[in-house]
Each structure stands twice: as C-alpha cells, then as structure tokens.
C-alpha cells in the first residue's frame, strides 16, 4: 500500500511560509534539488491545495524554456508537469484541468484511504492548509520535513496549535546536504 507523505520545507524556528506566505529563504541549490528531483521520478502523484497549485503552476510548466533554467530545474519541470496531481479547492470548479491535475472540492478521509489502496508510487502533500487538515484527519503516513538554517520568527508554522492525539513516530533517515539544510524523515511508529 503506498502511503502519504508530507514533505515540507521548513525554517529553523518551525515556519513554513512568513507572514507575507513568502519563501525567499529556501536555501534549494543544485544538490538539494537533485534530491527533489530523485523522490519526484518515484511519486505517484502530488496533493495540494490551491495556493500551492497556482504558485507551482504559474512557474513549472514553461521553467525549462527559461534561457537561464538550470539542467535540474528542466528536469523537475518535466517531471512535475507529468505527475498526476490533486488539487483541494472550494474555489476552483471541480474536474480535470491543466498539467495533469484533477481539483476536488475538499478533503474526505475514506477518499484519500482509497487512494492509498490504488497502485502506484507515495503520494505527497504540499501546502500550508491542506497539511493541517491531513494532520487534523490523521492521514499522514511519513513527514519528510526539510529544516533550514535560517529563522524567520513568524509566519505558519509547520504544526498549527490545534488538538492532534499523540502520534508516536521513529526516526527513519536523516540527511545533512551541504548548504546546511537537513532532512528528517519520521514514519509512524510501528509500520
């Protein structure tokens, strides 16, 4: 069964976005995008919510036509624009649209269960609002979450102050890339 996996970029002090939702302190070089790149070939397909959609579409799907895109940022715009993608949206109209993306109007537990039943690569969840309410449903399988060195002291924070149950988790992988950012890779404990 593949599972969900949430995979954040987040800064030192637990942020995922400033207060403006900007990102201008990801430290993505070459490497780290490399390794994006890599965990990307082998998903079966990303979650979002609509912010984050927009934010990827407006830049991802012409990004290796760009004189000044780097080989790995052509790769990963390949690779994104193939990727079955779902987007959770109230707003958009519901259906097939651009880039291989289906939007559906919110988040039903037994859907995404289903989806976990289906074959195929993990599937990954992205955005600020839809991973709290993955986390709110109990949904996630495995946080990949990104942390670097840099804080930014306030904005939404990776964990919002909600009641969550305790979630037991083990400590799967780290990994130090050289421009100090480091991945911890937590699945549920026991699976």
Not at 55 to 71: F, H
Not at 103 to 116: D, N, S, T
Not at 166 to 188: K, Q
Request: proline share 9%; charged share 25%.
């Amino acid at each position: 069964m593949r599972k969900i996996v949430l995979m954040m970029q987040v800064s030192l002090d637990g942020y995922l976005e400033g207060p403006d939702r900007e990102i201008d302190w990801h430290q993505v070089d070459d490497t780290l995008h490399q390794h994006f790149n890599d965990l990307t070939r082998s998903v079966g397909g990303f979650l979002t919510g609509r912010v984050t959609h927009r934010l990827m579409a407006d830049y991802w799907p012409t990004a290796d036509a760009d004189p000044e895109c780097t080989p790995v940022m052509a790769e990963f715009a390949g690779l994104w624009r193939e990727k079955p993608k779902i987007v959770f949206s109230r707003t958009l109209p519901p259906g097939p649209t651009d880039w291989h993306a289906t939007v559906v109007p919110e988040v039903v537990p037994a859907a995404i269960r289903a989806l976990k039943e289906e074959p195929g690569g993990d599937l990954v969840v992205g955005g600020a609002d839809l991973a709290a309410t993955f986390l709110e449903h109990d949904l996630v399988d495995e946080f990949r979450t990104y942390v670097h060195p840099v804080r930014i002291g306030a904005g939404t924070p990776l964990f919002p102050a909600t009641s969550f149950a305790p979630a037991p988790l083990r400590l799967a992988e780290t990994r130090a890339f050289p421009n100090g950012v480091v991945l911890l890779r937590h699945e549920r404990a026991g699976t």
